[in-house]
């Protein structure tokens, strides 16, 4: 059984920084490609950054520079290092596999919100 538990949001600055945490149980985690996603108010949920089991990264072009997105397997946890946040940033961030037999895999999401 999949379980996701994102933490490390909060109410940030513009310009500012945050990083998120994705604790994962289960023993999938060090074997597929993990990656964060979020959804803004009334937007569609979107694919931000992704990383392969390996370590390859992969960005949204609307992150790019911006975030930086790592994990530990042996902690089975992965991260997203948020820099010189925009207002834009604002929705509630989401990790899963990217696999298709975790399609419904979603956790509770946590929130950031970045404004003045």
């Known amino acids: 059984q999949v379980q996701l538990v994102e933490s490390g949001g909060g109410w940030v600055q513009p310009g500012g920084s945050l990083r998120l945490s994705c604790a994962a149980s289960?023993?999938?985690?060090?074997?597929?490609?993990m990656a964060w996603y979020r959804q803004a108010p009334e937007k569609q949920r979107e694919l931000v950054a992704s990383?392969?089991?390996?370590?390859?990264?992969s960005y949204a072009d609307s992150v790019k520079g911006r975030f930086t997105i790592s994990r530990d397997n042996a902690k089975n946890t992965m991260y997203l290092q948020m820099n010189s946040l925009k207002p834009e940033d604002t929705a509630v961030y989401y990790c899963?596999?990217?696999?298709?037999?975790?399609?419904?895999?979603w956790g509770q999401g946590t929130q950031v919100t970045v404004s003045s």
């Open positions: 899963k596999p990217t696999a298709s037999w975790a399609r419904n895999s």
């Open positions: 289960g023993s999938f985690f060090s074997a597929y490609t």
């Open positions: 990383i392969t089991k390996g370590g390859s990264p």
